[in-house]
């Protein structure tokens, strides 16, 4: 669907679900997300998962981060869409700690901020992070978000970022929709 240097992000599909299991029940990914693991069996798990792909819940929009060569290593996310204020908020794993620390994340990020920015008419995303996840937030100071306010919830520190439609095309220049560019194509 997009592709973005080492990275490709697409729609999840049932070949997913053992990666995610596994991710979902992992303690350390767990508490990088400020998040209790996964309890449930596998077999459950699957049931509600492919209930899921088949009546996805709107507003939100799930895809599986895969390498080049189709490794699904991760996820990410814009969900909790609000229409009237033309925002949403952005969420990722890389679940496989092998591709941690190798600009993965950064690339999968750079490449949900083009697809929202070019496909939507969203003019801010935002994201809370761990206070301590300095990884996380370099990886979103490098796409462009920036710090916005602290939140405590449930005990947990974090930190809000966001990234604004003009910020992006201050940074990269004026977003083609895709629509625009298909329109300029057919000419």
Same mark, same amino acid.
């Given at each position: 669907?997009?592709?973005?240097g080492k990275?490709?992000?697409?729609?999840?599909?049932?070949?997913?679900?053992?990666?995610?299991?596994?991710?979902?029940? *992992? /303690?350390?990914l767990?508490?990088?997300? %400020?998040?209790?693991?996964?309890?449930? !069996?596998?077999? =459950?798990?699957?049931? @509600?998962?492919s209930?899921?792909?088949?009546?996805?819940?709107?507003?939100?929009?799930?895809?599986?981060?895969?390498?080049? *060569? /189709?490794?699904?290593?991760g996820?990410? %996310?814009?969900?909790g869409?609000?229409? !009237?204020r033309? =925002?949403?908020?952005? @969420?990722?794993?890389?679940?496989n700690?092998?591709?941690?620390?190798?600009?993965?994340?950064?690339?999968?990020?750079?490449?949900?901020?083009?697809?929202?920015?070019?496909?939507?008419?969203?003019?801010?995303i935002?994201?809370?992070?761990?206070?301590?996840?300095?990884?996380?937030?370099?990886?979103?100071?490098?796409?462009?978000?920036?710090?916005?306010g602290?939140?405590?919830?449930?005990?947990?520190?974090?930190?809000l970022?966001?990234?604004?439609?003009?910020r992006?095309?201050?940074?990269?220049?004026?977003?083609?929709?895709r629509?625009?560019?298909?329109?300029?194509?057919?000419q």
């Amino acid at each position: 669907m997009t592709n973005s240097g080492k990275v490709r992000l697409c729609r999840k599909g049932l070949a997913d679900a053992a990666n995610d299991y596994a991710w979902k029940t *992992d /303690g350390e990914l767990a508490s990088l997300d %400020a998040t209790t693991p996964l309890t449930t !069996t596998f077999p =459950e798990y699957l049931s @509600g998962y492919s209930s899921e792909l088949g009546n996805p819940k709107p507003p939100q929009n799930e895809f599986a981060i895969k390498t080049r *060569d /189709g490794k699904h290593i991760g996820n990410c %996310a814009y969900y909790g869409i609000k229409k !009237t204020r033309r =925002e949403a908020e952005v @969420g990722i794993i890389i679940g496989n700690c092998n591709y941690w620390d190798r600009g993965y994340g950064t690339d999968a990020v750079k490449a949900l901020v083009i697809h929202i920015f070019r496909s939507t008419n969203l003019k801010r995303i935002h994201l809370k992070t761990l206070r301590d996840n300095k990884r996380a937030q370099r990886c979103f100071s490098k796409c462009g978000f920036t710090a916005c306010g602290h939140q405590v919830k449930k005990g947990h520190k974090f930190v809000l970022m966001e990234l604004t439609r003009s910020r992006y095309q201050e940074r990269t220049g004026p977003v083609v929709s895709r629509q625009s560019y298909q329109a300029d194509r057919q000419q």
